[in-house]
Antibody, heavy 118, light 111 residues
Framework: QVQLVQSGAEVREPGASVKVSCKAS????????LHWVRQAPGQGLEWMAW????????DYAQKFRGRVTLTRDTSISTAYMELGRLGSDDTAVYYC???????????WGQGTMVTVSS | QSALTQPASVSGSPGQTITISCTGT?????????VSWYQQHPGKAPKLMIN???KRPSGVSNRFSGSKSGNTASLTISGLQAEDEADYFC???????????FGTGTKVTVL
């Protein structure tokens, strides 16, 4: 079946970086964009960025430009989100989600908890 | 771009019909017919319930329906069931650098 499987929980110190992976299966990886959406504890959803697995093209929310980098490896149908210069307010669950802009996110990964703490 | 405004909570008894509103602006909800709704149970990933304002993905119960008027979109749940108790988020395409904006979220309680 169509699914996105993310890497496991991470703990980082302030100022460090984290890289989260999202492996797609059950569909053609290059047919859909992959988005990254985060959710701080008890809070709402926040869109961060997208990548086109086909072209490698990306777009980032203004808030995250310069701090987030999206990449992909089409040979293993996996996308990556790297977030740098972590602060305590980056503690959140990070989700990858499939979509064809401007339409909705129809398949979501299970989420990856990133905790930033000294 | 500010988050779309949703009521913090909505409740209803089993079998009742409830409606969740999602108010945006002419820059998002009012302009684009790309409003979607997501259901999220505690500790789980969001699940797409409605896309393009009124479309229901395969497998989603027909008790869920969407609509839009002006800058406000709505999600209606009819025949409320215990399993509908969850958080619900709306989302609208907003174009440009913003891409999408999410709603503040609504907790649905089945009494």
């Amino acid at each position: 079946q169509v699914q996105l499987v993310q890497s496991g929980a991470e703990v980082r110190e302030p100022g460090a970086s984290v890289k989260v992976s999202c492996k797609a299966s059950g569909y053609t990886f290059t047919d859909y964009y992959l988005h990254w959406v985060r959710q701080a504890p008890g809070q709402g959803l926040e869109w961060m960025a997208w990548i086109s697995p086909d072209t490698g093209g990306t777009d980032y929310a203004q808030k995250f430009r310069g701090r987030v980098t999206l990449t992909r490896d089409t040979s293993i149908s996996t996308a990556y989100m790297e977030l740098g210069r972590l602060g305590s307010d980056d503690t959140a669950v990070y989700y990858c989600a499939r979509g064809k802009p401007p339409d909705a996110f129809d398949i979501w990964g299970q989420g990856t908890m990133v905790t930033v703490s000294s | 771009q500010s988050a779309l405004t949703q009521p913090a909570s909505v409740s209803g008894s089993p079998g009742q019909t409830i409606t969740i509103s999602c108010t945006g602006t002419s820059s998002d909800v009012g302009t684009y017919n790309f409003v979607s709704w997501y259901q999220q149970h505690p500790g789980k990933a969001p699940k797409l319930m409605i896309n393009e304002v009124i479309k229901r993905p395969s497998g989603v119960s027909n008790r869920f329906s969407g609509s839009k008027s002006g800058n406000t979109a709505s999600l209606t749940i009819s025949g409320l069931q215990a399993e509908d108790e969850a958080d619900y988020f709306c989302c609208s395409y907003a174009g440009g650098n913003t891409f999408v904006v999410f709603g503040t979220g609504t907790k649905v309680t089945v009494l």
